[in-house]
């Protein structure tokens, strides 16, 4: 079941009590996790799309826009948590619709991390259905026990055909001696929303792209690597497994820049 930090959530809408919570675990959940900064939810739009996407890809009922922001504003007024994560779910339950969304437990890189970089490994892992997202609690778990065992950041997701694809949850990417980035195709992964402005920002400062998923004997070539989600925005990978990478690229470097002022942006908007 959810992990809910704080006392209150909304379901359809109306302010509950985390106690009176109840949800049927063999429901199928699609969910995003929207990120809030000083009161104000990053991205809110792109996240209920992407969820109301994932829905429809799967043939499963899904609620609107403007209901879900709606939702996410009432939390807010209920539960006085400036800064941190957001768990939005919508699923069926005893024949009704439900949508639901609460805080959760959050972990943000640390600005050591941020500096010299996180370490990651390979996960043998492929995405029954990569562009949706719905929740699969015994992935989580397995892939929780297996960042905790290796003492790693990361879980860096390799297909069956031997190519990395992307984090556990995040998007990966790469960076060769021309300071050409590589990103896995929109298809063979579940595209983040953080992903999107990356792409967007490489766009406009000129930065080649190239969507494609790299092996391990591709990616020791690379000179750079990152990754990007909700929690950890930009961050820099030092190593995955063996393989070990420079932190200070200043590619890299730009785009963290960039994004984090594309967020100082947003709130002040």
Known sequence: MEKIRGNT????????????YRRDSSTVVHYEVIRLIDGTFLFARDHIDRLLSSCRKAGRPCSDQETLLQNLEILVQHEPIGNGNVKLLIYEQEGKLVSACFFIPHFYPSEEAYRNGVKTAVYAYERPEPTVKRWNESFREDVSRFIHKNAIYEAILMNRRGLLTEGSRSNLYFLDAKDRLYTAPSQMILPGITRKY??????????????????????????????????????????????????????????????NAMIQNRNRA
């Open 198 to 259: 990356v792409l967007d920002i490489c766009r406009v400062q000129g930065v080649q792209v190239i969507e494609q998923a790299l092996s391990t004997e591709e990616a020791i070539r690379m000179k750079s690597c990152f990754i990007s989600g909700t929690s950890p925005k930009i961050l820099p990978v030092k190593s995955l497994d063996e393989m070990k990478f420079t932190v200070e690229n200043s590619i890299t470097r730009s785009l963290m820049e960039s994004f």
């Open 9 to 20: 959530l909304v379901v359809n809408g109306t302010p509950i009590p985390v106690s009176s």
